[in-house]
């Protein structure tokens, strides 16, 4: 058995430990490219998510490097991700491929019940087998996650463009290759003082928060690396969905009942997607004083589409500036970059006045 799954931001790092720690052979895809989404385009509907497109891109690379069985996850609620798995297992067999597709579905606050599936997942691993292998990938989870969120702070005041970001990678790549739990939790914090001794820090500097469909806010090429755009802009960014959050959202569905506080009174119930954490998350970083919003989801989401048509009025009822961005594959660099730009000086200015009148 040769495993892969799609990539989505640190999640092949995550994914690779958990399974070559239940003594798995892992292929993990290539680095998405231009390739693997021309891949995805030419074999997938043409208004499918871009996600979609994507990961089918991912498994057709993996297969083709001697993969024979894919790992997806299943998902629940009116989201076409919940099919992903299903429509990706014919379109890799008309492509004439025949790989063994397992789709593992969220444990909905079940997680006993999850872990004993895992196990049957695979014939000879136990329970004991499991949870060692899940220790390791729970703590390259938690402290890569620690080290994004800083890196998408201490990036706007770097002394060096792409000085912070080569550290990051650096100690990224120092975490993939241990599977010491205490050495990941020492190189993760040890990484961040490290990204933090090349910065400047300055105490004017724009806050933006960035909201929207959670395959986006993951995976750095689907958005276009925006985070890193608006950090080299000056900006810090806050992403307000991590791998963490998803998996304690499945785990403990408990803690959506904050996200659901904030986003009342304009989202009573969740719609599908990540559309009643869009909502809930701008909310909260509204009153948290951020300087303005972003939302970004692939063209065609519809919950997301929805999560649009309220940010317009939460942005005039809580006075901070909102920008949606949809993303697919004929999205082009020079439009998206200038549309950044501008929204990035309109904050500036909003600023500037806010100063002058104080």
């Given amino acids: 058995m040769k495993l892969t799954y799609p990539h989505m931001g640190n999640l092949d790092i995550i994914l690779k430990a958990f399974f070559e720690g239940m003594g798995k052979e892992v292929v993990v895809p290539p680095p998405i490219t231009e390739k693997t989404l021309s891949i995805g385009v030419r074999n997938c509907p043409e208004f499918a998510c871009l996600p979609l497109k994507i990961t089918l891109g991912n498994f057709i690379e993996a297969l083709d490097k001697g993969a024979d069985t894919i790992i997806m996850l299943g998902g629940f609620g009116p989201c076409r991700f919940g099919y992903y798995g299903q429509v990706q297992r014919e379109i890799v067999r008309d492509m004439g491929y025949n790989p063994k597709i397992?789709?593992?579905?969220?444990?909905?606050?079940?997680?006993?019940?999850?872990?004993?599936?895992?196990?049957?997942?695979?014939?000879?691993?136990?329970?004991?087998?499991?949870?060692?292998?899940?220790?390791?990938?729970?703590?390259?989870?938690?402290?890569?996650?620690?080290?994004?969120?800083?890196?998408?702070?201490?990036?706007?005041?770097?002394?060096?463009?792409?000085?912070?970001?080569?550290?990051?990678?650096?100690?990224?790549?120092?975490?993939?290759?241990?599977?010491?739990?205490?050495?990941?939790?020492?190189?993760?914090?040890?990484?961040?003082?490290?990204m933090k001794s090349l910065t400047k820090l300055v105490d004017t500097t724009l806050r933006i928060a960035v909201v929207g469909e959670i395959y986006l806010l993951v995976e750095p090429f689907a958005s276009q690396d925006i985070f890193r755009e608006l950090n080299e802009q000056g900006v810090e960014v806050k992403k307000t969905e991590y791998i963490t959050d998803v998996v304690f959202s499945c785990i403990m569905p408990w803690r959506l009942s904050k996200i659901k506080r904030a986003a009342n009174p304009y989202l009573n119930q969740v719609i599908g997607g990540h559309a009643i954490y869009t909502i809930g998350n701008t909310r909260i970083c509204a009153d948290d004083g951020y300087d303005g919003v972003i939302?970004?989801?692939?063209?065609?989401?519809?919950?997301?589409?929805?999560?649009?048509?309220?940010?317009?009025?939460?942005?005039?009822?809580?006075?901070?500036?909102?920008?949606?961005?949809?993303?697919?594959?004929?999205?082009?660099?020079?439009?998206?970059?200038?549309?950044?730009?501008?929204?990035?000086?309109?904050?500036?200015?909003?600023?500037?006045?806010?100063l002058v009148n104080v």
């Fill in 102 to 194: 397992v789709i593992v579905e969220p444990p909905h606050g079940d997680l006993k019940g999850f872990i004993k599936n895992v196990v049957s997942l695979f014939p000879g691993m136990t329970l004991k087998d499991v949870i060692k292998a899940g220790k390791v990938a729970w703590q390259k989870m938690v402290y890569l996650d620690k080290m994004e969120k800083a890196l998408l702070v201490l990036r706007a005041h770097e002394s060096r463009k792409g000085i912070v970001t080569q550290k990051y990678n650096e100690y990224r790549n120092y975490i993939d290759r241990t599977s010491d739990v205490r050495e990941i939790k020492r190189l993760s914090l040890e990484g961040i003082r490290e």
């Fill in 295 to 354: 939302q970004i989801f692939p063209f065609t989401c519809t919950p997301e589409v929805v999560s649009k048509a309220i940010l317009n009025k939460m942005s005039k009822d809580l006075d901070i500036p909102v920008m949606s961005l949809s993303f697919d594959e004929n999205t082009g660099q020079a439009g998206y970059r200038t549309r950044i730009e501008a929204f990035v000086d309109l904050l500036m200015r909003r600023r500037g006045m806010d």
